[in-house]
């Protein structure tokens, strides 16, 4: 095989002279003067001074992140459970609030329980008059008491925000837009619309 410059394939030239060259063998391990055992039991190179810093840093900061998870935990915890305690003391002053509102009407519910009773037996018509406008007045007494309040509308002017239109009837122009009669009750709570006021309106025509 021709390698050039008349080299043949034995590293010899063509003639059999050396050509200045020597080929050696690369694998270290396969020396006689080197011993393997020898190079297993001696100590490794020390780490370097900044990469056990690192190193060192990387942990500190590991367990600080760890020690705010745990705190992060303990803390969500903790919100919770003052939300629970929260929602139950709202819904146990709720509870108590029904309890005191419907107190005043147990008091209207036996008053008309009494009514019924005394005119099961009577044919006298005044008793069961007198007997219903004492307890419409005993109730709008205890609705008064929990803020509860009715919405004017004689001699008003129609209002859609607290009025509903249940009837119209043409008028003159000086009346237009004016509340002719009222044909159902409306009433406001603490400022809140509890039932519009259903009312009879005049309409120029």
């Known amino acids: 095989m021709n390698l050039g410059n008349g080299a043949t394939?034995?590293?010899n030239s063509g003639?059999?002279?050396?050509?200045?060259?020597?080929?050696?063998?690369?694998r270290w391990?396969?020396?006689?003067?080197?011993d393997l055992d020898a190079m297993a039991t001696?100590?490794?190179?020390?780490?370097?001074h900044y990469v056990e810093e690192l190193e060192q840093r990387v942990q500190?900061?590991?367990?600080?992140?760890?020690?705010y998870i745990r705190a992060h935990k303990a803390s969500?915890?903790?919100?919770?459970?003052?939300?629970?305690?929260?929602?139950?003391?709202?819904?146990r002053k709720l509870q108590a609030d029904r309890a005191k509102l419907a107190g005043p009407f147990v008091e209207v519910l036996d008053n008309l329980e009494r009514l019924k009773d005394a005119v099961a037996g009577s044919?006298?018509?005044s008793k069961l008059s007198e007997g219903v406008?004492?307890?419409?007045r005993q109730l709008r007494e205890e609705l008064g008491r929990i803020g509860l309040e009715r919405i004017e509308t004689e001699g008003r002017r129609f209002d859609p925000n607290t009025m509903e239109a249940l009837m119209t009837e043409k008028v003159g122009a000086d009346r237009d837009g004016m509340v002719l009669s009222e044909l159902r009750s409306g009433y406001m709570l603490a400022g809140q619309l509890v039932r519009p006021a259903g009312v009879k309106v005049g309409i120029a025509g």
């Not at 391990?29 to 080197?34: E, F, G, S």
């Not at 969500?76 to 819904?91: N, P, Q, S, T, Y």
């Open 76 to 91: 969500m915890a903790d919100v919770e459970g003052m939300r629970k305690r929260l929602e139950g003391e709202i819904e």
């Open 42 to 48: 001696e100590p490794k190179p020390a780490t370097p």
């Open 133 to 136: 406008e004492m307890i419409l």
């Open 60 to 67: 500190r900061a590991e367990q600080q992140l760890q020690e």
């Open 123 to 125: 044919t006298d018509p």
């Open 9 to 11: 394939s034995d590293g």
């Open 29 to 34: 391990w396969l020396r006689d003067d080197v």
């Open 15 to 26: 003639g059999g002279e050396d050509k200045g060259f020597v080929v050696r063998d690369q």
